[in-house]
């Protein structure tokens, strides 16, 4: 493809860098990575851009964006307010995959943030992401940079695999090193709320603030389509392939597993067992590639065994109720990068 350009994940290449925030400076889409996943990146402020990208993802324009900033003093003017902990969380966990939900300037286009009050904003520490925005010097909008509904993007194949000649330009430098998308903290409550856990895992976040709490549909492990904010619709991260779950005691999980596999290779059905290697960390930068790799196997079903909803492992169990449409996730209440 022409559109897709190799570049250096620890040291961008300026021309290249030069080219992508010429491309976004003129209105144009730039498929970039950070340390979560694949953004699909377009000036914040121009409105014309910001409709593109709603085009190109085929996404519904309840699901508000996450905007990218470079730094606080790209930041602070998007919002009305500094709110309590904003510096503190700042300084702590900036650049990282960590959002946070303020209350927007009106300088912000309602489509940016689906006309709520609010917006949410995240600083990325991944070197080509940081410095596509200091080129720009604009903060950037940038859901993942698939089709809506699909696995994350954490490699720049997966954004050619959804998106293809959508997108003016394609950064490729690699995976990505997290693979699930950030946390998104909602600091227009008190105390905070996590509306989707994420790359930084709630016990430490409260190391720094003290208590934070779930939103309902986290806790719930629920997700009820546009409430609180991107990324939150019960069907979402979605492979082809159908998502079944197994949950509950090691053993007896083993068990039900071997069980359900004997099942389905009766059925005549092909079957693909995501890794977890024993490991939250790995089990979430793998997790949106081994979907993409069931479905290019033609696998008829998925088998994933959830991992404790403590830490990272919080992250993946989310994105496992999601890509299933679990039941487990009809009855409730976030997108991306």
């Known amino acids: 493809m022409n559109n897709l350009v190799k570049i ?16 976004l400076r003129g209105g144009g889409l730039v498929a970039f990575p950070t340390e979560t996943v694949y953004g699909l990146g377009a000036l914040a402020l121009n409105l014309k851009a910001i409709h593109r990208i709603f085009l190109a993802k085929e996404r519904p324009d309840w699901d508000p964006l996450i905007v990218h900033v470079r730094d606080m003093v790209m930041a602070r003017p998007l919002m009305k307010r500094l709110p309590p902990d904003f510096e503190l969380l700042a300084s702590r966990f900036w650049p990282g995959p960590l959002t946070l939900v303020v209350e927007k300037d009106d300088q912000i286009p309602g489509e940016v943030t689906a006309h709520r009050p609010t917006v949410a904003l995240r600083m990325p520490w991944h070197p080509v992401a940081a410095a596509l925005l200091a080129a720009t010097g604009a903060p950037i909008a940038a859901p993942s940079a698939n089709r809506f509904g699909r696995p994350s993007p954490t490699r720049a194949e997966h954004v050619v695999e959804d998106l293809a000649n959508r997108v003016d ?53 629920t997700a009820r389509a546009g409430l609180a904010g991107p990324g939150m619709s019960l069907k979402h991260y ?5 998502v079944e779950l197994l949950d509950g005691e090691i053993n007896e999980t083993v068990i039900t597993l071997k069980r359900r596999v004997e099942e389905l290779k009766r059925e005549g059905k092909t079957f693909y067992l995501l890794a977890n290697y024993g490991d939250d960390r790995l089990y979430a930068q793998t997790l949106f590639d081994q979907m993409r790799d069931a479905d290019s196997q033609h696998a008829d079903v998925i088998l994933a065994i959830m991992p404790p909803a403590r830490g990272l492992g919080l992250a993946v169990r989310d994105r496992l109720l999601r890509a299933s449409g679990s039941p487990a996730a009809s009855d409730g209440e976030k997108d991306e990068s």
């Open 238 to 242: 979605a492979p082809r392939a159908r």
């Open 8 to 23: 250096n994940p620890q040291a961008p290449e300026a021309e290249v860098i030069e080219q992508a925030a010429t491309i």
């Open 169 to 221: 330009l394609i950064l490729d430098a690699g995976p990505t090193p997290v693979g699930v998308e950030s946390t998104v903290l909602d600091l227009t409550q008190s105390p905070p709320v996590i509306l989707r856990p994420g790359g930084v895992p709630r016990e430490e976040l409260e190391k720094v603030i003290g208590e934070v709490r779930l939103a309902s549909a986290v806790e719930d492990e």
